[in-house]
């Protein structure tokens, strides 16, 4: 009763309190039983229905394609297959909650068009279907007289962005929004949130299956068939031509394939003959977690202004739907694709991850930045140093180790962070069934509906539906 009564007083604390607590659990326990609905229905055999289209990952990006196309095209067959015996398992589970606003990205890309599209498409969605969330905001700190002139000019790219509310503000106004927080100046972004992806992403799931989609769990693919005859007595093989192979000997006729699949992107696009270049290399980042009496702390999300110098914009502070705080993460190079402990190992994984020229030329550019990251992951003492230039009275006695989560970095030959989208087909005449979502750039997760918008474009111009 103890550990309920401290939740609910965080939750207060995000002005959310007993009823937003209550609302989270509604929400969760309805997922849940979609979730144990979807492993029945893995348990059944994938053979007795064709498809029109199959959808291969069950993260955020694949539920919401899958969720466009189907609200486009509702007299599809659709199906969705992801290799685990639950939704949103890796990615789509294992992220900081955040609701990004689009301030980071180069005016005028993609990234930042989806971003800014995905924010105000996110909210609505989260607003119609009763999903918890919270406008915390997010402080963008300058503690350093050199970050300034970055931070200013990060303004003026969140400005050409369309960012809405944005505003430069001094110490004084910091610690008016953040009364722990110490910096010479911020960007405040209000409409920066908070909300647990992995319960948005069940919900594009359940949506789906709502509309007349299938999802199947448990169904690792392991190739792709383009089928040349059908069975006796059938048509359906020339109708249905791809076979998509599962683990187990499951098996599913479609016309046509897209695979959304994260950590194992670049995997799955090489079943078809693709490149193996985009490489999907794993970065794991361990989070500390705020003990519960340190809360208070943080009230919204306090971030850094991002050095050039460095691949990844460093360790900052973000409140969670449930009342705890996240502090970090830091980013090392993961051992296992899916390896979210230390401990974690894959021999397949590390030799692909060592032996891709792309991730050795990174490395050497980076290799102060890599050992303050490693060092900083062992020591949380040394985590915490970085955190306090933006609260300084934090101590190492006011946290404790919490979740990691690992990010499928695609990274090119030679070692540079690949920023865009990527398309893939194959060779020949799988080739032309097959299309593969090789990379969804953060932040996949704010951007996943209008991701999925310009992902059914694409499946529209590519495939004749």
């Given at each position: 009763?103890?550990?309920?009564?401290?939740?609910?007083?965080?939750?207060?604390?995000?002005?959310?309190?007993?009823?937003?607590?209550?609302?989270?659990?509604?929400?969760?326990?309805?997922?849940?039983?979609?979730?144990?609905?979807?492993?029945?229905?893995?348990?059944?055999?994938?053979?007795?229905?064709?498809?029109?289209?199959?959808?291969?990952?069950?993260?955020?990006?694949?539920?919401?394609?899958?969720?466009?196309?189907?609200?486009?095209?509702?007299?599809?067959?659709?199906?969705?297959?992801?290799?685990?015996?639950?939704?949103?398992?890796?990615?789509?589970?294992?992220?900081?909650?955040?609701?990004?606003?689009?301030?980071?990205?180069?005016?005028?890309?993609?990234?930042?068009?989806?971003?800014?599209?995905?924010?105000?498409?996110?909210?609505?969605?989260?607003?119609?279907?009763?999903?918890?969330?919270?406008?915390?905001?997010?402080?963008?700190?300058?503690?350093?007289?050199?970050?300034?002139?970055?931070?200013?000019?990060?303004?003026?790219?969140?400005?050409?962005?369309?960012?809405?509310?944005?505003?430069?503000?001094?110490?004084?106004?910091?610690?008016?929004?953040?009364?722990?927080?110490?910096?010479?100046?911020?960007?405040?972004?209000?409409?920066?949130?908070?909300?647990?992806?992995?319960?948005?992403?069940?919900?594009?799931?359940?949506?789906?299956?709502?509309?007349?989609?299938?999802?199947?769990?448990?169904?690792?693919?392991?190739?792709?068939?383009?089928?040349?005859?059908?069975?006796?007595?059938?048509?359906?093989?020339?109708?249905?031509?791809?076979?998509?192979?599962?683990?187990?000997?499951?098996?599913?006729?479609?016309?046509?394939?897209?695979?959304?699949?994260?950590?194992?992107?670049?995997?799955?696009?090489?079943?078809?003959?693709?490149?193996?270049?985009?490489?999907?290399?794993?970065?794991?980042?361990?989070?500390?977690?705020?003990?519960?009496?340190?809360?208070?702390?943080?009230?919204?999300?306090?971030?850094?202004?991002?050095?050039?110098?460095?691949?990844?914009?460093?360790?900052?502070?973000?409140?969670?739907?449930?009342?705890?705080?996240?502090?970090?993460?830091?980013?090392?190079?993961?051992?296992?694709?899916?390896?979210?402990?230390?401990?974690?190992?894959?021999?397949?994984?590390?030799?692909?991850?060592?032996?891709?020229?792309?991730?050795?030329?990174?490395?050497?550019?980076?290799i102060s930045f890599g050992l303050g990251e490693m060092y900083r992951g062992v020591v949380i003492s040394a985590q915490v140093k970085q955190l306090q230039?933006?609260?300084?009275?934090?101590?190492?006695?006011?946290?404790?180790?919490?979740?990691?989560?690992?990010?499928?970095?695609?990274?090119?030959?030679?070692?540079?962070?690949?920023?865009?989208?990527?398309?893939?087909?194959?060779?020949?005449?799988?080739?032309?069934?097959?299309?593969?979502?090789?990379?969804?750039?953060?932040?996949?997760?704010?951007?996943?509906?209008?991701?999925?918008?310009?992902?059914?474009?694409?499946?529209?111009?590519?495939?004749?539906?």
């Amino acid at each position: 009763m103890a550990g309920f009564t401290t939740i609910c007083r965080h939750l207060s604390g995000l002005g959310g309190g007993l009823k937003e607590m209550k609302k989270l659990m509604g929400v969760t326990n309805c997922l849940n039983k979609c979730q144990q609905q979807h492993r029945a229905a893995s348990s059944k055999t994938a053979e007795s229905k064709d498809y029109d289209i199959c959808i291969v990952g069950g993260g955020i990006v694949g539920l919401a394609t899958a969720q466009e196309l189907i609200g486009r095209h509702p007299q599809l067959k659709l199906a969705v297959v992801e290799k685990e015996n639950q939704l949103a398992r890796h990615q789509s589970g294992h992220n900081s909650g955040v609701i990004h606003a689009g301030i980071y990205y180069a005016p005028g890309s993609l990234k930042a068009k989806l971003c800014v599209e995905g924010l105000e498409l996110a909210y609505k969605y989260c607003d119609k279907h009763n999903i918890p969330y919270k406008k915390c905001g997010k402080l963008i700190v300058a503690v350093d007289p050199e970050e300034i002139p970055r931070l200013e000019n990060l303004y003026k790219r969140g400005q050409q962005n369309n960012v809405k509310d944005l505003r430069i503000i001094g110490p004084e106004e910091i610690r008016e929004m953040e009364p722990h927080c110490k910096g010479l100046k911020a960007i405040t972004s209000p409409h920066t949130g908070i909300v647990d992806w992995g319960v948005v992403t069940k919900h594009y799931g359940k949506n789906f299956e709502a509309q007349g989609g299938d999802i199947f769990c448990d169904y690792e693919v392991k190739g792709f068939r383009v089928n040349k005859e059908s069975k006796a007595g059938e048509q359906s093989g020339l109708q249905y031509p791809v076979t998509v192979h599962g683990s187990k000997g499951k098996s599913i006729r479609c016309r046509y394939v897209v695979t959304c699949g994260g950590l194992f992107a670049d995997r799955l696009a090489q079943l078809s003959g693709c490149n193996p270049v985009p490489r999907i290399v794993p970065f794991r980042g361990d989070y500390l977690l705020l003990k519960p009496e340190k809360c208070h702390l943080v009230n919204g999300n306090i971030y850094p202004v991002p050095n050039p110098r460095f691949p990844w914009l460093g360790v900052h502070l973000t409140p969670r739907v449930d009342g705890s705080v996240w502090l970090g993460p830091n980013a090392i190079l993961s051992f296992k694709r899916e390896g979210y402990s230390m401990m974690d190992f894959s021999l397949r994984d590390v030799v692909e991850s060592i032996s891709f020229s792309g991730l050795r030329k990174l490395a050497m550019r980076n290799i102060s930045f890599g050992l303050g990251e490693m060092y900083r992951g062992v020591v949380i003492s040394a985590q915490v140093k970085q955190l306090q230039r933006f609260v300084p009275e934090l101590k190492a006695s006011d946290v404790t180790r919490g979740p990691s989560g690992v990010r499928a970095q695609a990274l090119d030959a030679d070692g540079q962070l690949v920023d865009d989208f990527v398309f893939d087909g194959g060779v020949g005449e799988i080739g032309s069934r097959v299309l593969h979502v090789r990379n969804a750039p953060s932040p996949a997760a704010t951007s996943s509906l209008s991701i999925a918008k310009m992902i059914a474009d694409k499946i529209q111009n590519t495939f004749t539906l």
